[in-house]
């Protein structure tokens, strides 16, 4: 846990869920232009046989149910990483075009701290591309495309609580987790990316997933949605909490020659049998590109929060709640 010093939120309770629906309404439209995107539905459960939900680093748990008249058992969603591919096959969407949803999840695994909730929420969008465009340079001028979105929306938040005074770089550096590794050989990735947020500001950490020269791996990434030679971390500098700070993980999604090689070196390639992963071996799923943007997390990030748990509702200890208030940290 973090606890800035002298910390007081320059918004009282009421203004801030003034202000979230202000960064809400305004980001998801800004979003959605930027990248052609529709907004759709998306579910809270899938079925565990689907294999469709999103296994994260693979070893956290998934809060999951029996049903009454059903059979098999329901798993909550992590995220939605896996489904929107699926999504856009089947509600047919072309070249160019993409979806967005409001994604509500449990990972009931996650550490909670200032950052950390076990209530993630997330815009999770997706969107069809052709061969030609898994490339890196693609993946940079979308990523310019949602940094330029995040800081139009800061601008219109300012300019309605003028008592707010976040800034965003528009300008992107780009780095590789190896180039950050040989960088900062000595540092965890934890440590490297403070270094490096803290220098440059807003900052696209490249190729997470894979392991690097030093046989560690910068973060884990699931083997079957994002090519890791083509993701990465959406990262600026938080001012309130001294530290760098994730907006958002995205990337290229993968194509067959790369899912069944991630599957490979994990040593799941079990999961080929399933349905979603047929559909990329095959070529029956479109090629795409995604990610997930956190809400609570911008919302933070753009009102200036020191907690998370000051712009959503969630579970904290009693020992978190209190040390948060003795630091006046008013958690909703």
């Known amino acids: 846990m973090i606890y800035p010093e002298a910390y007081k939120s320059k918004l009282t309770q009421r203004e801030t869920q003034y202000a979230i629906k202000t960064v809400k309404d305004t980001f998801q439209l800004k979003l959605s232009k930027a990248l052609h995107l529709d907004r759709i539905t998306a579910p809270i459960m899938v079925t565990k046989a689907s294999g469709i939900n999103d296994d994260l680093n693979g070893v956290e748990r998934k809060v999951h149910f029996t049903m009454k008249n059903i059979d098999g058992e329901a798993e909550v969603v992590q995220s939605l990483a896996k489904w929107k591919r699926m999504a856009l096959y089947n509600y047919g969407y072309e070249h160019g075009e993409g979806i967005y949803t409001d994604m509500n999840a449990i990972r009931r695994d996650d550490d909670t701290d200032n950052l950390h909730s076990l209530f993630v929420d997330q815009w999770d969008w997706c969107k069809v591309i052709s061969k030609d465009e898994r490339n890196v340079e693609f993946l940079k001028e979308t990523v310019r ?153 911008l919302c933070m990030l753009l009102l200036q929060k020191a907690h998370i748990g000051e712009v959503q509702c969630s579970v904290w200890s009693d020992e978190m709640r209190k040390e948060c208030k003795d630091h006046n940290i008013i958690l909703l």
Not at 155 to 180: A, R
Not at 278 to 291: A, C, D, F, Q, R
């Open 145 to 297: 495309k949602i940094v330029k979105a995040i800081v139009e929306t800061n601008e219109v938040v300012k300019e309605k609580y003028p008592m707010l005074s976040f800034e965003m770089n528009k300008e992107v550096f780009f780095i590789t987790t190896q180039q950050l590794e040989d960088l900062y050989p000595d540092k965890t990735p934890r440590e490297r990316e403070n270094e490096i947020v803290k220098s440059h500001g807003t900052t696209f950490i490249m190729q997470i997933g894979g392991t690097l020269k030093s046989g560690k791996k910068h973060d884990g990434r699931a083997p079957d949605y994002d090519d890791w030679e083509l993701n990465g971390d959406i990262f600026t500098w938080n001012d309130t909490l001294k530290c760098a700070f994730e907006i958002s993980s995205m990337g290229i999604r993968v194509d067959a020659e790369s899912l069944h090689r991630q599957l490979e070196k994990e040593n799941c390639l079990e999961r080929e049998k399933f349905p979603f992963h047929k559909g990329i071996l095959e070529g029956t799923l479109p090629l795409t590109v995604g990610g997930g943007i956190g809400q609570s997390r």
